[in-house]
Nanobody, 124 residues
Framework: QVQLVESGGGLVQAGGSLRLSCAAS????????MAWFRQAPGKEREFVAA????????YYADSVKGRFTISRDNGKNTVYLQMNSLKPEDTAVYYC?????????????????WGQGTQVTVSS
């Protein structure tokens, strides 16, 4: 009963910034944690960042630590991903995902709902 829609992707040069948004609609009160994953052509879907709706710690993949920041707006049922110092290897389709229970934060199998994805392309 939860729908997720991503926005904010686009084409940027290396070193640039983008801010991705994920808006959730429906019965979001049952959601425990939101996360961002990404998938590049020919590669497996990989974890990027995660954050709980209420009090909790943020988690980041080693490849994005210090460059990306995940945040939330509980009133708007929206999670954001601020992406700074972008690199060509960040090029991928970025997906927003929802977890209904306290499971593994970086394993896609533990997430129940997914958005359609938004393309991020970083040129060198």
């Amino acid at each position: 009963q939860v729908q997720l829609v991503e926005s904010g992707g686009g084409l940027v040069q290396a070193g640039g910034s983008l801010r991705l948004s994920c808006a959730a609609s429906g019965r979001t009160f049952s959601s425990y944690r939101m996360a961002w994953f990404r998938q590049a052509p020919g590669k497996e879907r990989e974890f990027v960042a995660a954050l709980s709706w209420s009090v909790g710690s943020a988690y980041y993949a080693d490849s994005v630590k210090g460059r990306f920041t995940i945040s939330r707006d509980n009133g708007k049922n929206t999670v954001y991903l601020q992406m700074n110092s972008l690199k060509p290897e960040d090029t991928a389709v970025y997906y927003c995902a929802e977890q209904l229970y306290s499971g593994s934060y970086n394993d896609p199998i533990h997430f129940a709902s997914w958005g359609q994805g938004t393309q991020v392309t970083v040129s060198s």
